[in-house]
């Protein structure tokens, strides 16, 4: 399932607080974005105890129990976990990563709250989530039954708030830097094929193995950062990150390039930050530049009167790396106002693929 639709996390711990409590919510979202530490977080803002059982390992008799003979009749047990005397959230993840069986098991106990002759405590709360189709997991169709009986809701990445947890949560100021700069890095589609890719989770990952090996005050070796970034997140932003790490001397470079104080690094040696100083310029003008020309406050209007000179600076250093800065891809393109000063200013510059 893929809705039209995607909330951040706290727009979803919003839909938590007021429809959880009634109807039985189902959470879809990327591997690793975040959606088991949401949970608990609602869980603990209603002061509940969160019981999680992982769909792709149950069983059916994981949650309607196994039968006991009482007298001339026999009756089933459910689960020491599920049959508590004290309210609680019960979090089913991975819930469409189950067989059809235990799903079938599920639907008493998601539409009743109820497992055989054991119903949960009044105040009880039943949250599922699962990854999408595309996601490339473990993933099986749910009946339409199931899916019928629940609330649905899909969640998306969002750096500032990320960004907020992570500063809060102490994760490695490199990873937080980089994010802050780079905050389009922070979750990357699931790739086809097996290898480590971008997710809060990832980053958070990267971040714990940084901080187990003393990264900061004492430098790393670069191959042992490289086994670090690669073993967590996307190739590309992998390479991204090492380049980041290598002008930690230098925080402000992009700031101070723009302004004018620095120039664009044009040492052959340091290709790869000169690289990763265009694409963060890129995605500055991305969020900075507004659609619509009319619409550009005082700062808008210098990035976009410095830009072109910069870009002009950028391509007598390396002319592939600028035309990287004005291309098109499949999903974010510069407004076409700025294109159209790109054409007129530095016509061979913007004659690029995709143009």
């Known amino acids: ?49 969160c019981v999680s059982l992982l769909g792709s390992q149950l069983a059916p008799e994981d949650i309607i129990g196994i039968p006991q003979i009482r007298g001339e009749t026999s009756e089933f047990l459910p689960p ?4 508590r005397k004290e309210p609680y959230v019960l979090f089913l993840d991975e819930l469409n990563a189950c067989s059809q069986e ?9 539409h009743e709250r109820r497992v055989g002759e054991y119903h949960l405590p009044a105040g009880s709360i039943v949250i599922g989530a699962g990854n999408r189709s595309q996601d490339g997991a473990i993933v099986k169709t749910m009946s339409s039954a199931l899916i019928n009986r629940m609330f649905h809701v899909q969640m998306k ?18 990873v937080t830097d980089y994010i802050s700069q780079r905050p389009d890095h922070l979750f990357s589609e699931p790739p086809k094929n097996e290898e ?8 958070h990952m990267l971040s714990d193995a940084l901080t ?15 086994v670090l970034a690669f073993g967590c997140i996307s190739a590309k932003h992998a390479g991204m990150f090492l380049a980041f790490t ?14 004018g104080d620095a120039k ?15 694409q963060s310029f890129r995605a500055r003008l991305l969020h900075d530049l507004p659609e619509n020309k009319q619409n550009m406050n005082r700062d808008a209007q210098y990035l976009a009167h410095r830009a072109k000179a910069l870009i002009k600076e950028l391509s007598q250093i390396n002319y592939e790396i600028a035309q990287m800065v004005v291309s098109a891809d499949e999903s974010e393109v510069l407004p076409d106002w700025f294109m159209v000063e790109i054409v007129r200013d530095l016509p061979r510059l913007a004659s690029i693929k995709g143009s």
């Open 80 to 83: 020491k976990m599920i049959a």
């Open 264 to 278: 664009w690094p044009s040492r052959p040696e340091d290709r790869d930050v000169l690289y990763f100083a265009a």
């Open 1 to 49: 399932m893929n809705l039209a639709y995607s909330v951040t996390q706290n727009e979803l711990l919003d839909v938590l607080l007021n429809v959880a409590p009634t109807r039985p919510v189902f959470i879809w979202g990327a591997p690793g974005i975040g959606k088991s530490a949401l949970v608990e977080k609602f869980s603990m803002e209603v002061g509940l105890p």
């Open 212 to 226: 187990e090996y003393g990264a900061g005050e004492s430098e790393l070796s670069e191959n042992t950062l490289r």
């Open 102 to 110: 235990v799903q079938k098991a599920f639907y008493s106990l998601i």
């Open 246 to 259: 290598k002008q930690l001397g230098n925080k402000h470079l992009l700031a101070d390039i723009i302004k």
């Open 157 to 174: 990445a969002d750096p500032s708030q990320w960004l907020a947890w992570a500063y809060e949560n102490h994760l490695h100021p490199w």
């Open 196 to 203: 480590p890719y971008s997710t809060p989770r990832s980053w």
